[in-house]
């Protein structure tokens, strides 16, 4: 049965904007050419590499002298200010979050080796510059997310050199010395440029959210409006805990989201959201073969019923990041990455492009995947693009694709399910067919508002048109195709049996 919230709840979710937001990640480095480079380029002296923009990255060699590989120290210049004069082409694209890769002080190109967290890295920039970009993304009506890598330090920390060099310390309990790691200490991941940090210890929970003037604290406190935790399946539901309660004490409707690989259910509330991977396999698994369509949508049932659609509406759905080959290399159909896309925009959740991959851009894996921005294909005649801001345009447009409750509908062979608010005018239907095969159903929409003999419109444009009969609908999908599926409620010749319905 459909759930009982009131307008006002329907009201309340669209005014909190982390439910169905928009978000768009950039990796600065790689976004946006710089004007000012030659006035930086001793910032890339060697052993850092610059590039040219039209220069595709390569994987290098391991440097023991230096603990990194060779690509982690090659760079192309991006910077915050080259960020910000390119905000347009976000606004274009209708994001509502704009999400960074670190910008914080560290030696590598991806900065996840922090040698001070509370320093902007000097070829990104100064803190006047971020406060230029948050000003600036603020007054064009989107929201501004960190990554916050506080797992682990690098080995340039100031912290941990000290805290290395000297047994006696104050910072020596910030980590984990001990002969029984094969380094010394404990390294993420047994990466050599990545030392943990001991979170047993207060005095480390204070310095990175506890205390007024921790890390978490100070950027939200700049303007800043949310915090991407980095490995947050690493920091446990405790620490998970506190971190979000500070955050939010700070800034009250903050959003602290989590890389969680792992299945949602209970690291929600530690945060208020994650990163959606098992989503993300479920619809590559279905993409290319590996999984029938019939069993994904009972999956993703279970996980949103056991998640909570509060928590989903706020988690990111992502096809692809920084982490990851792009979705042209893990989805190779053309088609069947189209139908990934549909449900990327469709699902309950917060859609989340890496940037380039609305452009069809390549890469499989690190660091192909982190190729320069190819402003080049940002054009019309790039179908990758124009269908891309297609999905945007349709979830923009329909109010229970961003913030509407959810119904798996009975399926053998399909993906199908129904978005819904408090308005029978916003209801929307999904049905994707992954299969090599045209599929023919007959689909229960469990609607009691939905009237009998309501015509169906397909807004993905097919011209195709449905029938509800008696709450049945009877659907036929060629191969690797998808409906989003409209009911036409406005009165005809002055008629409508939605007159009091609506």
Avoid at 31 to 40: D, H, I, T, V, Y
Avoid at 457 to 467: H, M
Wanted: with cysteine; hydrophobic share 40%; glycine share 6%.
């Amino acid at each position: 049965m459909l759930n009982h919230l009131t307008a006002s709840d329907y009201t309340c979710r669209e005014q909190d904007w982390r439910n169905g937001a928009l978000i768009y990640q950039v990796f600065v480095d790689r976004f946006a050419e710089p004007q000012n480079l030659e006035a930086k380029r001793s910032l890339y002296a060697s052993p850092r590499r610059l590039k040219a923009w039209s220069e595709p990255p390569t994987r290098g060699v391991f440097l023991p002298e230096f603990n990194v590989w060779s690509h982690e120290i090659d760079f192309w210049g991006g910077d915050l200010r080259s960020l910000r004069s390119r905000l347009d082409y976000l606004v274009d694209l209708e994001m509502d979050v704009l999400y960074l890769n670190p910008i914080h002080a560290a030696f590598t190109n991806h900065k996840y080796d922090a040698s001070n967290f509370m320093e902007i890295s000097p070829e990104y920039g100064t803190w006047l510059d971020l406060q230029d970009l948050i000003d600036t993304v603020h007054r064009r009506g989107m929201r501004l997310v960190l990554d916050g890598v506080f797992n682990h330090v690098g080995l340039e920390s100031d912290l941990f050199k000290e805290a290395a060099a000297n047994s006696s310390s104050p910072y020596r309990d910030w980590f984990y010395f001990s002969d029984q790691y094969s380094r010394g200490v404990r390294l993420w991941a047994n990466a050599p440029n990545h030392p943990e940090l001991n979170f047993e210890n207060p005095a480390v929970c204070d310095y990175i959210y506890a205390a007024p003037d921790s890390v978490v604290r100070a950027y939200l406190r700049a303007g800043i409006d949310g915090w991407r935790l980095d490995t947050a399946f690493e920091l446990g539901y405790g620490v998970l805990s506190e971190l979000t309660q500070s955050a939010h004490l700070e800034k009250p409707g903050s959003l602290v989201v989590g890389e969680i690989w792992n299945y949602p259910q209970h690291w929600i509330p530690p945060m208020d959201a994650v990163m959606n991977f098992p989503l993300r396999e479920i619809l590559l698994k279905c993409a290319n073969g590996q999984l029938p369509s019939g069993q994904a949508n009972e999956m993703i049932d279970t996980m949103i019923q056991d998640t909570g659609i509060e928590p989903m509406l706020k988690s990111w759905i992502l096809l692809d990041n920084h982490d990851t080959a792009r979705v042209t290399d893990t989805i190779p159909d053309p088609n069947s990455r189209k139908l990934a896309q549909v449900l990327q925009f469709s699902l309950p959740g917060s859609p989340n492009l890496w940037s380039g991959s609305e452009l069809g851009m390549a890469g499989d894996g690190d660091p192909e995947n982190r190729a320069p921005m190819r402003w080049d294909l940002a054009n019309d005649n790039n179908e990758v693009y124009t269908w891309t801001k297609h999905l945007i345009r349709l979830r923009k447009a329909n109010r229970a694709l961003k913030i509407g409750d959810y119904r798996k509908l009975i399926s053998s062979q399909l993906i199908a399910f129904e978005r819904y608010t408090d308005r029978v005018d916003d209801t929307v239907v999904v049905i994707a067919n992954f299969s090599a095969e045209p599929v023919e159903e007959l689909l229960m929409i469990p609607d009691s508002r939905l009237m009998n003999n309501t015509t169906f419109i397909d807004l993905l444009g097919s011209g195709t048109e449905f029938t509800l009969w008696s709450a049945i609908l009877s659907v036929h999908l060629p191969a690797r195709s998808a409906l989003v599926l409209k009911p036409v409620t406005e009165p005809v010749d002055g008629y409508t049996p939605y007159k009091r319905i609506h």
